[in-house]
T-cell receptor
């Protein structure tokens, strides 16, 4: 089956620093990837849609200057949380759209903790 | 904007009983409705999905029904087992399958033996 990886799986950083999270589709090409955020005991909230070679589309209320998304290739999208603060601590999950069957496959998630 | 409502938020059943989780959606353009099972700290795992040209789909102990007119869909799990205990999320696509998913708030299912 289609595999999506995320790196790192867990990161702890100090307030004010920036953190980059990578999402890779390992055995298929993904022209579209999605970034979700999940706070403890809550649902997945769509943050943005990332399209290869073009600017990401952000959901209402998500600051594009704080959550920088780059989809530079058909297998890689990155999310950079800039000037992270404790309220940004969350579980960040990406998904990649497989073109043939039009299914989404989720990455394993990245647990971000901002001290 | 689009919205997905999910009920109940918690569900406790005895092993062997059936469990039903219901969702409603608001976006008429939605035509793909997946269900996910998520264990603590892990990625959502697709357990079954249905597309808008189908009213019902079954896979062993799991079934999903869709009523597009009423904009609701349901997950049915029969002969529940303790390993079915997890959080279940419904979702609706924003338009065609493969587009962004809008998730319900989740149902915590507990199956006691």
């Amino acid at each position: 089956g289609a595999v999506v990886s995320q790196h790192p799986s867990r990161v702890i950083c100090k307030s004010g620093t920036s953190v980059k999270i990578e999402c890779r589709s390992l055995d298929f090409q993904a022209t579209t990837m999605f970034w979700y955020r999940q706070f403890p005991k809550q649902s997945l909230m769509l943050m943005a849609t990332s399209n290869e070679g073009s600017k990401a589309t952000y959901e209402q209320g998500v600051e594009k200057d704080k959550f920088l998304i780059n989809h530079a290739s058909l297998t890689l999208s990155t999310l950079t949380v800039t000037s992270a603060h404790p309220e940004d601590s969350s579980f960040y999950i990406c998904s990649a759209r497989e073109r043939v069957y039009n299914e989404q496959f989720f990455g394993p998630g990245t647990r971000l903790t901002v001290l | 904007g689009e919205n997905v409502e999910q009920h109940p938020s918690t569900l406790s059943v005895q092993e062997g009983d059936s469990a039903v989780i219901k969702c409603t959606y608001s976006d008429s353009a939605s035509n793909y409705f997946p269900w996910y099972k998520q264990e603590l700290g892990k990625r959502p795992q697709l357990i079954i999905d249905i597309r808008s040209n189908v009213g019902e789909k079954k896979d062993q102990r799991i079934a999903v029904t869709l009523n597009k007119t009423a904009k609701h869909f349901s997950l049915h799990i029969t002969e529940t087992q303790p390993e079915d205990s997890a959080v279940y999320f419904c979702a609706a696509s924003r338009g065609q399958a493969g587009t962004a998913l809008i998730f319900g708030k989740g149902t915590t299912l507990s199956v006691s033996s």
